[in-house]
């Protein structure tokens, strides 16, 4: 698979954070700034941390850098929030459209992707895409802390399978040192028990480990699949 948006990046320094979206790194000595997609707390994101900016062309931001990836230790980790569904829209493409009669169609405002007609029963399939860049010893877990979003985004995929549609939910995970991944019930058990629900009520799950280099992310292979896609 190829890398996504495969692009050449500029290597600096992680500085600091100026506030949720907004990091400071040294590249060649200068302070720039750099946009931050993913606004939580990452444990990797210190102070001289090795990471990678992706330049953008946007004349109405504050800042013309995307942070794209950070190393935790000796792993390059993505943590840009907007490759997961690129990622997963490329590994859908490559899987249904080889015969080249099936399209994968993408809706990034909701942050799921519809394919039209590509089961057995030729109904519409509702993929449900995650994304996450922390683990624990070698699982990638989710959420970090407490979200209403992923909440909402499993709720919203439990409903369409009640109603009747082809539900998927796939997890990207932007490292590749993980083997396997959990819910962290510690942190939100709410979101674990959606997990659990979603899982019993029979809805797939694929776990899509990524490698990452310095410039872009590229689809690894599929580390976990309950009934998956």
């Known amino acids: 698979f190829n890398i996504s948006r495969k692009q050449e990046m500029i290597q600096g320094f992680f500085s600091r954070k100026v506030n949720r979206r907004i990091a400071e790194i040294v590249v060649d ?12 707390d990452l444990p990797f994101l210190k102070s001289g941390a090795v990471c990678f900016l992706r330049e953008v062309d946007n004349n109405n931001r504050r800042t013309s850098y995307d942070l794209f990836s950070v190393y935790d230790k000796d792993t390059l980790v993505c943590v840009d929030s907007k490759e997961p569904l690129i990622i997963a829209e490329m590994w859908c493409r490559e899987k249904y459209n080889h015969d080249g009669d099936s399209l ?19 109904k519409d399939v509702i993929i449900q895409v995650m994304g996450t860049s922390l683990k624990h010893d070698r699982l ?90």
């Open 29 to 40: 000595d200068n302070l720039v700034e750099a946009y931050m997609s993913n606004g939580i």
């Open 104 to 122: 994968a169609y993408l809706y990034p405002d909701v942050k799921y992707m519809k394919l039209h007609g590509r089961t057995k029963t030729n």
């Open 140 to 229: 990638a877990y989710l959420p970090e802390i407490p979200s209403r979003s992923l909440i909402e985004k499993l709720e919203n995929l439990i409903y369409q399978k009640r109603i009747g549609m082809d539900t998927r939910l796939m997890i990207v995970v932007c490292r590749d040192d993980v083997d396997g991944f959990f819910a962290n019930d510690e942190v939100d058990s709410d979101f674990a028990e959606l997990m659990e629900f979603a899982f019993d009520s029979e809805i797939p799950i694929d776990i899509l480990r990524c490698s990452v280099s310095d410039n872009g992310m590229r689809a690894d292979r599929i580390i976990s699949n309950m009934n998956g896609i």
